[in-house]
Protein backbone atom coordinates (compact mmCIF):
# COMPACT_ATOMS: atom_id res chain seq x y z
CA UNK A 1 0.00 0.00 0.00
CA UNK A 2 1.13 3.38 -0.76
CA UNK A 3 1.76 6.43 1.31
CA UNK A 4 0.99 10.08 1.36
CA UNK A 5 4.02 9.97 1.38
CA UNK A 6 4.69 8.92 -2.00
CA UNK A 7 1.56 10.05 -3.57
CA UNK A 8 3.18 13.96 -2.63
CA UNK A 9 6.17 16.01 -4.04
CA UNK A 10 8.57 17.31 -2.09
CA UNK A 11 7.86 20.46 -2.91
CA UNK A 12 4.45 20.71 -1.54
CA UNK A 13 4.84 23.02 1.39
CA UNK A 14 4.62 26.72 -0.24
CA UNK A 15 6.72 28.98 1.11
CA UNK A 16 5.05 31.29 3.21
CA UNK A 17 7.50 34.05 2.24
CA UNK A 18 6.30 33.32 -1.02
CA UNK A 19 3.81 35.83 -2.52
CA UNK A 20 2.46 33.42 -4.55
CA UNK A 21 1.71 31.06 -1.30
CA UNK A 22 -1.79 32.33 -0.69
CA UNK A 23 -3.07 33.17 -4.44
CA UNK A 24 -6.14 30.97 -5.38
CA UNK A 25 -5.79 27.14 -6.68
CA UNK A 26 -7.54 25.66 -9.33
CA UNK A 27 -10.67 24.00 -7.78
CA UNK A 28 -11.61 20.21 -8.33
CA UNK A 29 -14.84 18.55 -10.43
CA UNK A 30 -18.07 17.59 -8.56
CA UNK A 31 -19.34 14.71 -10.03
CA UNK A 32 -22.67 15.86 -10.74
CA UNK A 33 -24.83 12.26 -10.80
CA UNK A 34 -23.45 11.35 -7.44
CA UNK A 35 -24.34 14.35 -6.20
CA UNK A 36 -27.87 14.07 -6.94
CA UNK A 37 -28.80 12.47 -3.20
CA UNK A 38 -26.67 14.95 -1.40
CA UNK A 39 -28.84 17.96 -3.10
CA UNK A 40 -31.96 15.81 -3.00
CA UNK A 41 -31.41 15.44 0.80
CA UNK A 42 -31.99 19.11 1.26
CA UNK A 43 -35.17 19.05 -0.40
CA UNK A 44 -36.68 16.10 1.72
CA UNK A 45 -37.46 18.58 5.13
CA UNK A 46 -40.18 20.70 2.87
CA UNK A 47 -41.95 17.45 3.41
CA UNK A 48 -42.87 18.91 7.02
CA UNK A 49 -45.53 20.56 4.56
CA UNK A 50 -47.62 17.61 4.60
CA UNK A 51 -46.37 16.06 7.69
CA UNK A 52 -46.59 18.75 10.21
CA UNK A 53 -43.45 19.18 12.62
CA UNK A 54 -44.41 17.50 15.99
CA UNK A 55 -42.76 18.38 19.63
CA UNK A 56 -41.84 15.12 19.70
CA UNK A 57 -39.73 15.79 16.04
CA UNK A 58 -38.17 19.23 17.86
CA UNK A 59 -37.21 17.35 20.24
CA UNK A 60 -35.83 14.73 18.02
CA UNK A 61 -34.67 17.03 15.90
CA UNK A 62 -32.50 18.80 18.81
CA UNK A 63 -31.22 15.72 20.26
CA UNK A 64 -29.65 14.28 16.60
CA UNK A 65 -28.19 17.37 15.74
CA UNK A 66 -26.13 17.85 18.79
CA UNK A 67 -25.49 14.53 19.97
CA UNK A 68 -24.15 13.69 16.35
CA UNK A 69 -22.33 17.02 16.32
CA UNK A 70 -20.48 15.56 19.57
CA UNK A 71 -20.22 12.54 18.17
CA UNK A 72 -18.52 14.65 14.69
CA UNK A 73 -16.18 16.42 17.09
CA UNK A 74 -15.29 14.19 20.07
CA UNK A 75 -15.24 11.25 17.79
CA UNK A 76 -14.34 11.48 14.11
CA UNK A 77 -12.20 15.09 15.08
CA UNK A 78 -10.57 14.71 18.15
CA UNK A 79 -9.93 10.93 18.69
CA UNK A 80 -10.28 9.14 14.83
CA UNK A 81 -8.49 12.17 13.05
CA UNK A 82 -5.76 13.44 16.09
CA UNK A 83 -5.79 10.63 18.65
CA UNK A 84 -6.32 13.39 21.80
CA UNK A 85 -7.27 11.20 23.79
CA UNK A 86 -7.48 7.09 24.49
CA UNK A 87 -10.30 5.07 25.00
CA UNK A 88 -11.51 1.29 25.26
CA UNK A 89 -12.43 -0.70 22.15
CA UNK A 90 -16.17 -0.74 23.40
CA UNK A 91 -16.17 3.25 23.18
CA UNK A 92 -14.26 3.54 20.27
CA UNK A 93 -16.71 1.22 17.82
CA UNK A 94 -19.17 3.70 19.93
CA UNK A 95 -17.33 7.07 18.49
CA UNK A 96 -17.17 5.83 15.17
CA UNK A 97 -20.84 4.52 15.08
CA UNK A 98 -22.24 7.79 16.43
CA UNK A 99 -19.98 9.73 13.77
CA UNK A 100 -20.98 7.69 11.24
CA UNK A 101 -24.98 7.89 11.66
CA UNK A 102 -23.96 11.94 10.63
CA UNK A 103 -24.37 10.87 7.28
CA UNK A 104 -20.48 12.10 6.65
CA UNK A 105 -18.99 8.80 5.64
CA UNK A 106 -17.19 6.33 7.61
CA UNK A 107 -14.19 6.86 10.22
CA UNK A 108 -11.41 6.24 8.06
CA UNK A 109 -12.66 8.56 4.99
CA UNK A 110 -13.77 11.53 7.59
CA UNK A 111 -10.67 10.93 9.50
CA UNK A 112 -8.24 10.01 6.68
CA UNK A 113 -9.26 13.62 4.64
CA UNK A 114 -8.78 15.66 7.92
CA UNK A 115 -5.31 14.06 8.45
CA UNK A 116 -4.12 15.55 5.25
CA UNK A 117 -6.09 18.94 5.36
CA UNK A 118 -3.52 19.99 8.37
CA UNK A 119 -0.52 18.23 6.58
CA UNK A 120 -1.08 20.17 3.62
CA UNK A 121 -3.49 22.80 4.86
CA UNK A 122 -4.12 25.96 2.02
CA UNK A 123 -1.95 23.81 -0.46
CA UNK A 124 -2.43 22.25 -3.62
CA UNK A 125 -3.01 18.58 -1.55
CA UNK A 126 -4.90 20.33 0.78
CA UNK A 127 -8.82 18.33 -0.11
CA UNK A 128 -10.86 21.57 1.15
CA UNK A 129 -8.92 25.01 1.19
CA UNK A 130 -11.33 27.69 0.75
CA UNK A 131 -8.08 29.20 -1.60
CA UNK A 132 -10.03 26.36 -4.47
CA UNK A 133 -13.01 28.55 -3.76
CA UNK A 134 -15.64 28.85 -0.85
CA UNK A 135 -17.84 26.34 -2.14
CA UNK A 136 -15.45 23.97 -3.10
CA UNK A 137 -14.06 23.92 0.55
CA UNK A 138 -17.28 23.93 1.65
CA UNK A 139 -18.88 20.72 0.04
CA UNK A 140 -17.68 20.66 -3.86
CA UNK A 141 -14.34 19.01 -2.14
CA UNK A 142 -16.79 15.99 -0.74
CA UNK A 143 -19.07 15.91 -3.92
CA UNK A 144 -15.63 14.98 -6.29
CA UNK A 145 -14.46 11.08 -7.39
CA UNK A 146 -11.17 12.81 -6.15
CA UNK A 147 -11.52 12.54 -2.56
CA UNK A 148 -14.43 9.47 -2.77
CA UNK A 149 -12.32 6.68 -1.66
CA UNK A 150 -10.43 6.54 1.73
CA UNK A 151 -6.98 8.39 1.51
CA UNK A 152 -4.73 5.77 1.54
CA UNK A 153 -1.89 5.33 3.99
CA UNK A 154 -3.26 7.82 6.49
CA UNK A 155 -5.12 5.55 8.50
CA UNK A 156 -3.32 2.63 9.26
CA UNK A 157 -3.65 2.97 13.48
CA UNK A 158 -7.18 2.03 13.15
CA UNK A 159 -7.72 0.24 9.55
CA UNK A 160 -6.18 -2.61 11.46
CA UNK A 161 -9.77 -2.69 13.55
CA UNK A 162 -12.24 -5.14 11.43
CA UNK A 163 -15.07 -3.63 13.11
CA UNK A 164 -13.99 0.31 11.75
CA UNK A 165 -13.62 -1.11 8.19
CA UNK A 166 -17.04 -2.61 8.08
CA UNK A 167 -18.44 -0.05 9.31
CA UNK A 168 -16.61 2.39 6.97
CA UNK A 169 -17.71 0.06 3.96
CA UNK A 170 -20.74 -0.30 4.98
CA UNK A 171 -21.24 3.32 5.81
CA UNK A 172 -25.20 3.26 4.96
CA UNK A 173 -25.93 1.01 7.99
CA UNK A 174 -25.81 3.90 10.62
CA UNK A 175 -27.65 6.49 8.97
CA UNK A 176 -30.27 4.34 8.25
CA UNK A 177 -30.59 2.91 11.65
CA UNK A 178 -30.96 6.49 12.71
CA UNK A 179 -33.42 7.54 10.25
CA UNK A 180 -35.41 4.27 11.64
CA UNK A 181 -35.46 5.02 14.97
CA UNK A 182 -36.51 8.81 14.46
CA UNK A 183 -39.34 6.90 12.73
CA UNK A 184 -40.56 4.69 14.87
CA UNK A 185 -40.39 7.00 17.65
CA UNK A 186 -42.14 10.55 15.41
CA UNK A 187 -43.61 8.88 12.97
CA UNK A 188 -43.13 10.63 8.99
CA UNK A 189 -42.42 14.10 11.45
CA UNK A 190 -40.08 12.88 13.47
CA UNK A 191 -38.28 10.44 10.23
CA UNK A 192 -38.38 14.40 7.76
CA UNK A 193 -37.22 16.95 10.70
CA UNK A 194 -35.63 14.73 13.57
CA UNK A 195 -33.32 13.02 10.95
CA UNK A 196 -33.39 15.14 7.47
CA UNK A 197 -33.65 18.58 8.86
CA UNK A 198 -30.78 17.95 11.32
CA UNK A 199 -28.81 15.87 9.06
CA UNK A 200 -28.90 18.89 6.76
CA UNK A 201 -28.13 21.43 9.24
CA UNK A 202 -25.84 19.17 10.72
CA UNK A 203 -23.71 19.12 7.74
CA UNK A 204 -23.30 22.85 6.87
CA UNK A 205 -22.56 23.45 10.61
CA UNK A 206 -19.72 20.92 10.37
CA UNK A 207 -18.74 22.21 6.57
CA UNK A 208 -18.23 25.34 7.88
CA UNK A 209 -15.69 24.43 9.78
CA UNK A 210 -13.53 23.38 6.37
CA UNK A 211 -14.45 26.71 4.80
CA UNK A 212 -15.57 29.76 7.02
CA UNK A 213 -13.35 28.75 9.65
CA UNK A 214 -10.18 29.88 7.25
CA UNK A 215 -12.16 32.37 5.99
CA UNK A 216 -13.96 34.91 9.11
CA UNK A 217 -12.69 35.37 12.10
CA UNK A 218 -9.84 36.45 14.16
CA UNK A 219 -5.77 34.85 14.40
CA UNK A 220 -4.65 34.17 17.74
CA UNK A 221 -1.18 32.59 16.43
CA UNK A 222 0.01 33.35 12.77
CA UNK A 223 0.33 30.10 11.45
CA UNK A 224 1.58 29.15 8.25
CA UNK A 225 -2.32 28.69 6.86
CA UNK A 226 -5.90 30.56 6.88
CA UNK A 227 -7.06 29.49 9.81
CA UNK A 228 -9.43 31.42 12.45
CA UNK A 229 -11.13 31.54 15.64
CA UNK A 230 -14.68 32.35 15.20
CA UNK A 231 -17.04 32.46 18.20
CA UNK A 232 -19.89 31.89 16.55
CA UNK A 233 -18.84 29.05 14.86
CA UNK A 234 -17.87 27.73 18.03
CA UNK A 235 -21.18 27.69 19.70
CA UNK A 236 -22.50 25.97 16.50
CA UNK A 237 -19.86 23.29 17.28
CA UNK A 238 -19.23 22.62 20.46
CA UNK A 239 -15.97 24.01 19.80
CA UNK A 240 -14.84 23.54 17.03
CA UNK A 241 -14.77 27.35 15.94
CA UNK A 242 -11.63 27.70 17.61
CA UNK A 243 -10.23 26.62 14.54
CA UNK A 244 -7.20 28.85 14.76
CA UNK A 245 -6.14 27.26 18.27
CA UNK A 246 -6.54 23.77 16.59
CA UNK A 247 -4.54 24.70 13.55
CA UNK A 248 -1.73 25.87 16.16
CA UNK A 249 -2.04 22.64 18.34
CA UNK A 250 -4.12 19.82 16.31
CA UNK A 251 -2.63 17.11 18.56
CA UNK A 252 -4.71 18.93 21.75
CA UNK A 253 -8.12 17.97 23.47
CA UNK A 254 -9.16 21.34 24.25
CA UNK A 255 -9.58 24.08 21.12
CA UNK A 256 -11.20 26.61 23.68
CA UNK A 257 -8.21 27.74 25.06
CA UNK A 258 -9.35 30.49 27.47
CA UNK A 259 -11.69 30.40 30.36
CA UNK A 260 -14.50 32.05 27.62
CA UNK A 261 -13.73 30.20 24.48
CA UNK A 262 -16.79 27.56 24.78
CA UNK A 263 -15.48 24.37 23.98
CA UNK A 264 -18.67 22.27 24.95
CA UNK A 265 -16.82 19.18 23.33
CA UNK A 266 -13.98 19.65 25.75
CA UNK A 267 -16.32 19.67 28.15
CA UNK A 268 -18.36 16.46 27.68
CA UNK A 269 -14.12 15.02 27.24
CA UNK A 270 -13.78 16.09 30.64
CA UNK A 271 -16.75 14.39 32.06
CA UNK A 272 -16.32 10.98 30.18
CA UNK A 273 -12.70 11.29 31.67
CA UNK A 274 -14.43 11.35 35.46
CA UNK A 275 -16.36 8.49 34.62
CA UNK A 276 -13.16 6.26 33.39
CA UNK A 277 -15.01 6.43 29.57
CA UNK A 278 -11.48 8.36 28.04
CA UNK A 279 -8.58 8.87 29.16
CA UNK A 280 -5.00 10.40 28.65
CA UNK A 281 -6.96 13.68 27.23
CA UNK A 282 -4.16 15.47 25.62
CA UNK A 283 -4.16 19.02 27.55
CA UNK A 284 -2.99 22.09 26.78
CA UNK A 285 0.96 22.92 28.68
CA UNK A 286 -1.44 25.76 30.40
CA UNK A 287 -4.14 23.21 31.52
ZN1 LIG B 1 -8.67 23.65 9.11
ZN1 LIG C 1 -8.34 18.94 13.01
Not at 55 to 70: I, K, Q, S, Y
Request: glycine share 8%; charged share 20%.
Amino acid sequence: MSTIDDVVPDDAQPDPTDGDAFGPLPRGRINPRASIPFFLVHLVPLLAIFTGVSTTALVLLAVTFWGRMFFITGGYHRYFAHRTFRTGRVFQFILAFGGNTAVQKGPLWWAGHHRIHHRFTDTELDPHTPRKGFWWSHAGWILSDDTSPVPDGTMKDFEKFPELRFISRHDWIAPWSLALVCFLIGGWSGLVIGFFLSTVLLWHATFLINSLAHVFGSRRFETEDTSRNNALLAVLTMGEGWHNNHHKAPYVARQGLRWWEIDLTWYVLVALEKLHIVHDLKRPRSN
